[in-house]
């Protein structure tokens, strides 16, 4: 068994309203940033996990992901990458 | 001007303790999942703006973390990456 840290991206599905970005987007109009269209805020999560390998790490993330990390109805996630920990 | 979507990745610095990485971590070893030696949960912000060059938009992003986005006490930022719209 290997250490791994893998990397996900959890984002709010294509069309599902998104408050947090929203917000973060009017608020950087108020600062005087006004090139900002779109703000959209996920989540980044790192996790060390021990696996046989990079692809056995990786499809333990996504089932971590499917049965908690990310909300099926309204959040995507995409592994980001994985790296081999000394 | 063209248009750039700039990815970032907003975590808690290094030593800080991470609340929400921990409940994560304990989630995921109730759940089954036993090789999960840590989790650490942080923020993956994804802006679209208008900039001269991909350099002008992250420097832009830059200064929207140190202004905004990244609390400089117990965060760290880095530019994940610059993509430019059609």
Redesign the interface.
Known sequence: ?S?FRVSV???PRQGILDPQGKA?AD??HT?G?R?????????????????VSPEAAGA?VR??CD???ANPVTEDYEI?GVETLP
Chains 1, 2 share one sequence.
Do not use: K, N, Y
């Not at 090139?35 to 696996?51: E, F, T, Y």
């Open positions: 068994m250490r991206h959890i984002v973060v608020a950087l600062l940033f090139g900002v269209a779109d703000a959209r805020i996920g989540r980044h999560v790192v996790l060390d996990v021990s696996a333990a089932e971590m049965r908690l990390l980001a």
